[in-house]
């Protein structure tokens, strides 16, 4: 977490101080890229439903956030094509009316029988 975090400070131009909060526990970096203020969250846990949380708490505490990217470490989608992804490779997706432009995909633990294999 935190080799992930020196990585994502390392590119702001300027980090401001933080805020104080009471509701809100995440920990966040504040700080400025060109000419955008950026939040910076880092998850306490990994998993969907905690990165949904942070999220959403991070959009409760911040109101005139316009844009939202979640930025991790993954270990891709192994597919012979076009659609390769390999651990390392950068993804951006864009929503469209019918898909939300992320997708989750997991192949669950491999084991024979197992009934949580899912498939690209």
């Given at each position: 977490?935190?080799?992930e975090l020196?990585?994502v400070?390392?590119?702001?131009?300027?980090?401001?101080?933080?805020?104080?909060?009471?509701?809100?526990?995440?920990?966040?970096t504040l700080?400025?890229?060109g000419?955008?203020?950026?939040?910076?969250?880092?998850?306490?846990?990994?998993?969907?439903?905690?990165?949904?949380?942070?999220a959403?708490?991070?959009?409760?505490?911040?109101?005139?956030?316009?844009?939202?990217?979640?930025?991790?470490?993954?270990?891709g989608?192994?597919?012979?094509?076009e659609?390769?992804?390999?651990?390392g490779?950068?993804?951006?997706?864009?929503?469209?009316?019918m898909?939300?432009?992320?997708?989750?995909?997991d192949?669950?633990?491999?084991?024979?029988?197992?009934s949580?294999r899912?498939?690209?």
């Open positions: 977490m935190g080799v020196a990585a400070e390392a590119m702001l131009d300027e980090i401001h101080p933080s805020l104080p909060s009471v509701r809100d526990k995440n920990c966040y700080g400025r890229m000419v955008h203020n950026v939040a910076i969250a880092v998850m306490p846990e990994i998993g969907t439903d905690k990165a949904a949380t942070v959403t708490q991070l959009l409760n505490e911040f109101k005139s956030i316009r844009f939202g990217l979640l930025i991790g470490i993954g270990g989608i192994p597919v012979e094509g659609h390769d992804i390999r651990l490779d950068v993804v951006v997706s864009k929503p469209t009316a898909f939300g432009g992320v997708v989750q995909f192949r669950g633990k491999v084991h024979p029988g197992a949580n899912r498939e690209w």
